[in-house]
């Protein structure tokens, strides 16, 4: 049976892009922000995305007060709530920024993601519903896989598949929806397209503990013990406190 941490996915691959973690488009113009309330919502995500989360928050708590309207700036500073589990001030921040923006893509897609992870999936996925379904969605494939998601929580399989393959049409490399992939392939016993998914995901991102389990029962269900027991070492060296760890300490 696989651990229940296999559910729990890494907030920086569901975050919208424009949230400006590395590459991505909020901190990437050559045009120095001139308003108080973006330049502090900038100094808070930067902190938030070298784990200064304290300073993070303060910075962010700023640009709020500076700016109670800017929409971004709530959606962040949920975000980092969401991410030190204090979730209830998490969504008074989204529901006031869906509230000030309520077509705003990124907006849409991070407190759909949100309600979807809290359980209330026909709430979230209209939000995500209508992110995948705006023509500006140039990142289609991240509302999409998290549409897939809420779907998988609500226990519907099929229609998760559907989304993800529409999400990899778009963006093959797309790590989020290849993890999904390999974890529902192994799910399923098709081991080959699990182990196929894990080396595309590999190609983009580096191993999770998730990653590892699947692969070491993929490979044990293929016959290949040599690169179970790879993937077994690499678990207990890089992961040793997660719980697919403590599955496996015991079996070397």
Not at 140 to 155: D, E, F, K
Request: hydrophobic fraction near 35%; proline fraction near 4%; charged fraction near 25%.
């Amino acid at each position: 049976m696989q651990p229940n941490s296999m559910k729990i996915k890494t907030f920086t691959i569901v975050l919208w892009c424009a949230f400006s973690l590395p590459g991505c488009s909020l901190l990437s113009s050559d045009k120095p922000a001139e308003k108080p309330a973006d330049i502090y919502l900038q100094l808070g995500i930067r902190y938030m995305d070298i784990d200064k989360l304290e300073l993070a928050k303060q910075n962010l708590q700023k640009a709020v007060e500076k700016d109670p309207n800017n929409a971004r700036a709530h959606s962040a500073l949920a975000f980092l709530n969401e991410k030190i589990n204090h979730f209830d001030e998490a969504k008074q921040h989204y529901e006031a920024a869906v509230t000030i923006a309520p077509d705003d893509i990124s907006v849409q897609n991070n407190y759909g993601r949100f309600l979807c992870e809290r359980r209330q999936f026909e709430r979230g996925l209209s939000y995500l519903q209508q992110a995948a379904g705006n023509l500006l969605n140039d990142r289609s494939w991240i509302t999409l896989t998290n549409s897939a998601r809420c779907h998988l929580g609500m226990g519907q399989r099929p229609q998760a598949i559907n989304l993800l393959k529409q999400a990899l049409q778009l963006n093959e490399q797309y790590p989020a929806a290849l993890l999904e992939m390999q974890e529902i392939s192994y799910q399923t016993g098709d081991y080959r397209a699990a182990e196929e998914y894990l080396q595309r995901y590999l190609g983009e991102s580096k191993h999770t503990s998730e990653t590892l389990w699947i692969g070491i029962q993929t490979e044990e269900a293929l016959g290949n013990m040599s690169l179970a027991n790879e993937y077994r070492n690499l678990l207990l060296e890089k992961f040793p406190n997660s719980n697919e760890a403590k599955q496996v300490s015991g079996i070397r």
